[in-house]
Every structure is written in C-alpha cells, then in structure tokens.
C-alpha cells in the first residue's frame, strides 16, 4: 500500500493521506472505516502529549515452541516497532486522567497471548492502585493459538482483574472496533461498565465462517455488526471516530463524581 | 519412527480417548459420587439449556452444588444435548447455580466436558461472548470452594466458563486447549487431516497442562481408560474432590478468593 496514498480496502479509492488522516482515516467515497494502528490512535484520543506508555517491554517467549510462532513475532515486531499487540499506559483526555489499552490489528490481528493478558492486567491494576478509570480500544481475533491454553487463561485473569476495578467501584470503558471476536471478546471486551462500539464492526465470539459450516446456511445481512449487537442490547452506543473523543471525556467526567464513601 | 512422531500419535489418541462415546457423562458421575441429588433447571430468562446439567446433593455428608456439560451417548441424546455445546442459557444456569451455592454456603463442583460454546445464530443473538466472560468475572470472586475437574474435552472458552476455581484436576485421558486439533490444523496447514500433528503442537495433554502449571493435579483412569470402569474412574475422582474440599473449607472467604486470584494472575510466559 502506498503510504502517500493509501487504498480503502474496500472501493479500493486512492486518497491522499493528509485528507484521510483528517477525516479519522474514514473513507470520504464509501464510508469504510480504516483500521488504525495503536500510535494512532493514541495521538486521534488522548490529550496532546499525554499518553506516557507503560511495560512497552514485555514480549512473548513461544513457551509451546509452536510451529513458525518465533517467526511470526519476529516479523510483527519489525514491522510494527512494537513489541507486542496491545500498547498500554496513562493518559489524560479533555484533562481526565485514565489507564489507556490499544491494541494493534498489525501485530497476529491483535490476538492475545500471555503478553498481552498479562499488560491488560497490570493496566487494570494500575486503574486500582490510582483510583482512575480504564479504557481499552479492541481489536482482536481472539485467543493466541500459538500459546494454547496458556491465552486461554489470560481471559479468567484480565476479567479477574475487571472484577477487582469494579468491587473498588472505578470503570472500564471498552471500544470494540473492526474485529473483536473470540477469547477478547468473553473477556474485557464484553466486560465495559460503558461498551462503545465503531460502525459496523465485527463483532462476535465464532467467527462467520465457523458459524455457517456448523449450522450450513448462509448468515443473515448485518449479523455481528456493531448495529446488530445494539439492536439486541449487548452494547450501549455504536460512536463515530470523529466524536470518540468527546464522548470518552464526557464519561470520564460523568465516572469522576463519586460519593466520598466510596474512594 | 522417530521421537517426535511417537508423541504425535499419542497426543491424538488421547483427543480419540477424551472422545470416546462411552466415556462416562457428568451424569453418570453425578450417579456414582452424589446422594439425594435433585437436579434444577433453568436460567430464568431464556430456557433451559440441556447441554448443561446441574443440582445440588451430598458429597459423603457435604452439601454441595454439581455443574457440568453433558454429552449424548448416542444420535438421539446428543441432538437432545447439542453434543454438550451450550448456548448463552447453559452458562446463565450454571452461574445461577453457583451464586445459590454461593448463597448457601456450598462448595461448587463443576465437571468439564464440551467441544466449545455453540457457534450459532441464536447463540450470537443473545450474547455468547457476554455469558461466557460474565461467569469469569463473577467466579473470580464466589466465597465458596470451587473445585473443577477435565473429564473429557476441555473445549476452549465454553470450557473455561465453568472451569474458574480453587483447583482445577484432569482425568488423565481428558485434554484441554484453546482450539481444536481440527480447526488448528485448518488454520495453520489448511488441512484438517493434519490434527495429529495440531494436537501435539497445541500441548493440551493432562501431563502438558500439569507441566505449564495450569492445573493442580491429574486422576490417573483405570485400564485403557474411564470408558471400561464407570465406577473406579468415579470412585477416584470422589476422592479427590472430598480430601480438595476438606482442605478448602479451612480457608477463610477472603484468603480463598485472594489465592484464587493469585492463581491466575501466575498464568503466563514472558520475559519483562
């Protein structure tokens, strides 16, 4: 893909980047929107030099040796500069403080191992330990084949953790985006105090193709898409990137008032 | 036949063991190892899911709650249990269960046995993803002993979702895994007859969990395996749960649900 004028992947119109990156990286022919890598939407999001990144360091061990797992990691951190799937730390946003997750579509599509469990988890506590809210932006396929059970486990850790913030009445705010499905999604993902959504994003535990090889039927117009899921009550409001922002804030500012008793 | 081709067959005649058809179901446990069991119904929104069994009993003079996927032994009883695939339902009951256990002060014991959560339309509409990471989140903090056992397919998250606990045992021809031998192979080779090498990548043995730490013990199953002797496969198991639950009853409320959270939160590998 050029990356002076890059293609939207689905009418395949050329756009000149300064005017996509204006318009939130939506296409201005079709409507599609673009899937972002993490550092930019750190930069569409937080607060102008806000975001101060935290356990940027943690990387995956292949500890199943898995065929062609190093590999894989080798070329999604050369390609990415980041070393694993989520980037997480500390941001303000219209001047609230909060714990901040993004994950990449880049790096094994967001998938979650052991690594990106274990940073979910300390940004969680992180939210605990300062008595500020979370906000995690999905993007995911699932559960990391390559470390098995090892990512399965990390979703009974990260909605331990969900638990905790709550039992200590502070909030996750979770965006789900253009895919969220499988593991991510029957954990944090599904677990937001507030679930915000971007259109018609994917969303869903199977995945589409898994479902119509089970149930041998085609699926019907719409089915997981962010307006499905809102239309039987699994979210609370599907957002256009351009208001994001303002809408994060304002539940940042809504969450900030608590009665004294519960500080 | 070289080292690695001698476990790859292995692995997979494990996964044909865990599959067996007359491997004992969750409610032939229940029949061996539970007195007076009354078994409930229900999740008190949608239906009753049959793909989850659960009720309450005696375990030797314990009262306890009883939770776990049943599998049909036949056409007829699998299409009745969805092959022991539950919908939203299924998990909606067995977290009702557990917060009356939990209401009632009894250990919570949940048997594992499903390919995975249904993939279905239904199953989608009213929220796969939300059941599923909801009893995660609400069995991290239950005050009462959970104590879950493998006995056949540890199938991905519809396993996971009963399987939160204080301990966590596998029956030793049972597996557990994030994806099937079949759909990982189709992933990674695009040729689902290379499961056997899948399965053997995958480390979903009971040695291989036991070896990452994840579970605290294996119950070694008599002869070629549980489908040749309900009884003594049973009679094992019953007596692991009581000498796990004698010992978890012990545990303050607080220290139990802050080791349970300690537990997970030791799951993973990687360097900092």
């Known amino acids: 893909m050029s990356k002076l004028f890059p293609k939207c992947p689905k009418c395949k119109t050329s756009h000149f980047i300064s005017f996509l990156k204006h318009a939130h990286y939506v296409c201005s022919k079709c409507g599609h929107l673009l899937r972002l890598d993490a550092p930019i939407r750190v930069k569409m999001i ?19 040796e ?58 969680l506590e992180y939210s605990l330990d300062n008595s500020i809210p979370s906000i995690i932006i999905i993007l995911s396929g699932g559960a990391r084949m390559q470390e098995g059970v090892l990512s399965l486990m990390q979703m009974v850790k990260t909605s331990a953790a969900v638990k905790r913030l709550n039992d200590n009445h502070l909030p996750l705010f979770t965006v789900l985006t253009d895919p969220t499905t499988g593991g991510v999604t029957a954990s944090y993902a599904m677990l937001g105090n507030v679930i915000l959504a971007e259109p018609n994003a994917l969303i869903g535990f199977a995945g589409p193709r898994v479902i119509e090889q089970t149930i041998g039927q085609s699926l019907p117009n719409g089915f997981q898409r962010a307006e499905f899921l809102l239309e039987h009550g699994m979210i609370d409001m599907i957002v256009q990137r351009k208001e994001l922002k303002t ?17 | ?8 067959t292995k692995a997979m005649d494990i996964v044909r063991l865990a599959r067996h058809t007359k491997r004992p179901t969750t409610l032939d446990y229940i029949s061996f190892i539970i007195k007076d069991f009354i078994e409930l119904h229900g999740d008190r929104r949608f239906s009753d899911d049959n793909a989850i069994v659960g009720g309450i009993g005696f375990l030797e003079n314990i009262a306890v709650t009883v939770i776990g996927h049943q599998k049909g032994r036949n ?4 299409i009745k249990r969805n092959f022991g695939m539950a919908n939203p339902e299924g998990y909606r009951k067995a977290l009702r269960l557990m917060e009356e256990a ?11 046995d499903t390919p995975g959560a249904y993939p279905g339309i239904g199953a989608e509409e009213r929220g796969q993803a939300e059941a599923i990471a909801y009893n995660l989140y609400k069995m991290s903090t239950f005050k009462t002993p959970i104590i879950s056992i493998v006995t056949g397919e ?6 996971l979702a009963l399987s939160v606990a204080d301990r966590i045992y596998m029956l030793s021809n049972s597996i557990y895994s994030v994806i099937s031998p079949e759909g990982c192979a189709s992933i990674l080779w695009k040729d689902t007859r290379k499961a056997a090498a899948a399965a053997e990548s995958l480390k979903l043995t009971a040695k291989d969990l036991f070896d990452l730490k994840i579970i605290d013990g294996i119950i070694k199953e008599p002869g070629n395996g549980a489908h040749e002797d309900h009884k003594s496969t049973a009679e094992r198991i019953k007596s692991t749960l009581i000498s796990a639950i004698n010992e978890l009853l012990l545990i303050e409320p607080s220290t139990l649900i802050d080791q349970r959270y300690q537990k997970y939160r030791k799951m993973g590998v990687f360097s900092d």
Not at chain 2, 1 to 8: C, L, Q, R
Request: aromatic share 8%; glycine share 10%; net charge positive.
């Open chain 1, 66 to 123: 898995f065929p062609k797992y190093r590999d894989k990691l080798d070329k999604s951190i050369k390609e990415t500069k980041l070393n694993e799937a989520v980037i997480t730390g500390v941001c303000r946003i219209k001047g609230y403080s909060s714990t901040i997750g993004i994950m990449d579509p880049r790096f094994i599509m967001g998938s979650m191992g052991s690594v990106v469990g274990e940073k979910i988890t300390r940004l």
């Open chain 1, 46 to 64: 937080c607060d102008r030099k806000s975001f101060v990144q935290f356990n940027e360091n943690i990387k995956s061990l292949d500890p199943l």
């Open chain 1, 247 to 263: 809408v994060l804030g304002t539940l940042l500012k809504i969450h900030s008032q608590r009665p004294y008793s519960y500080h």
């Open chain 2, 1 to 8: 036949m070289s080292h690695t081709e001698i476990n790859k």
């Open chain 2, 75 to 78: 056409v007829k009883e699998n």
């Open chain 2, 154 to 159: 540890g199938g991905s998250g519809g396993a």
């Open chain 2, 102 to 112: 939990e209401r009632f002060g009894r250990p919570i014991i949940n048997f594992i």
